[in-house]
């Protein structure tokens, strides 16, 4: 009788995943490391070891990451978030109404108000 061998699943490194997420959201959102590091009460020179070098982040640090960028850890960790998702609404851009009404854009009535 002939047995098949099936390859184990590929282990996902999951910290690796979250700090390719983690430079994605900060390139994205404008921000730099210094702004992750203080808020994560860290020095610049230590977020940056750590996000270069691969170095082991705790469980602490994940979460506080998490919450610099206002998302859940399984965000944080999913290998396949994208740009356009981290934008939302599918990718396209927010317009702020006030700030293109003020520029003296087409909109010049009062901003609209959303009925939920």
Known sequence: MTETLTAPPAVI???AVAIGNIRMMLSLRG?????????MGKHRQNLNRMINTGAQWSFNDM???????GVSIDTLMRPDLTQS???GNGGL?????DDFRLRGGAWKT?????AA
């Open 13 to 15: 490194d999951y910290q």
């Open 31 to 39: 921000l730099k490391q210094s702004d992750l590091a203080a808020y």
């Open 63 to 69: 979460c506080r990451a998490a919450q610099f960028f």
């Open 85 to 87: 998702e981290l934008k």
């Open 93 to 97: 851009p927010v317009v702020n109404v």
């Open 110 to 114: 009062p901003a609209m108000v959303l």
